[in-house]
């Protein structure tokens, strides 16, 4: 089955710094990668996602990047605010009901 | 965007009892739903898949007989935790995915179960 690696674990950045979070996948017939914020306490929200015919995609300070070739996919996040502290999920999947595998999250930590 | 709820948002049973989870998909349909434990500052442990109309598919590890799995339609799916211990307490959070055919999944925001 698909194996999704996520690091780092834990990231701490100044506000106004990037933050990169990197994901590798194992199976190469996944092509859906999306990216889940979770606040303490609260539901994973879809920030964005990626399919594997596009190589970038960008939504205001969000952006995420997938290498096929490689397996790897990643998500950077520019001019980070202390609102945007809390851990991130990348996921691999086939797509349709195909269940998807999250990696293990990382918790981000802004300090103002 | 698509809402998904969990009912109840926190529960606090004895040893013993059995604790009913609902997940509903209030504005589309979901012929899939998932359920998924997590655990403190951990990341999310798929439990099982549900389809409507069907048995669940239990992930290797997961009781099926202690988490059981209802899915009687496209917008309601159950899970009950069977003579619980102190040991399922735990997050729980269930997912929907819209049966028109994107692949986003759609989280409930959780049920805290804590057994004493």
């Known amino acids: 089955g698909e194996n999704v690696e996520q690091h780092p674990s834990t990231l701490s950045v100044q506000e106004g710094d990037s933050a990169v979070i990197k994901c590798t996948y194992s199976?190469?017939?996944?092509?859906?990668f999306p990216w889940y914020k979770q606040e303490l306490g609260k539901r994973p929200q879809l920030i964005i996602d990626i399919r594997s015919n596009v190589g970038e995609k960008k939504d205001q300070r969000i952006a995420v990047t997938l290498n096929k070739t490689a397996k790897h996919f990643s998500l950077h996040i520019t001019e980070t605010q202390p609102e945007d502290s809390a851990v991130y999920f990348c996921a691999a999947s086939m797509g349709g009901s195909y269940i998807p595998t999250f990696g293990r999250g990382t918790s981000l930590i802004v300090h103002p | 965007g698509a809402v998904v709820s969990q009912h109840p948002s926190r529960v606090i049973c004895k040893s013993g009892t059995s604790v009913k989870i609902e997940c509903r998909s209030l504005d589309f349909q979901a012929t899939t739903m998932f359920w998924y434990r997590q655990f403190p500052k951990k990341s999310l442990m798929l439990m099982a898949t549900?389809?409507?109309?069907?048995?669940?598919?239990?992930e290797q590890g997961v009781e099926k007989d202690k988490f059981l799995i209802n899915h009687a339609s496209l917008t309601l799916s159950t899970l009950t935790v069977t003579s619980a211990h102190p040991e399922d307490s735990s997050f729980y959070i269930c997912?929907?995915?819209?049966?028109?055919?994107?692949?986003?999944?759609?989280f409930g925001p959780g049920t805290r179960l804590t057994v004493l």
């Open positions: 549900s389809n409507e109309g069907s048995k669940a598919t239990y």
């Open positions: 997912s929907a995915v819209r049966t028109s055919g994107r692949d986003e999944q759609f």
């Open positions: 199976d190469s017939a996944s092509n859906y």
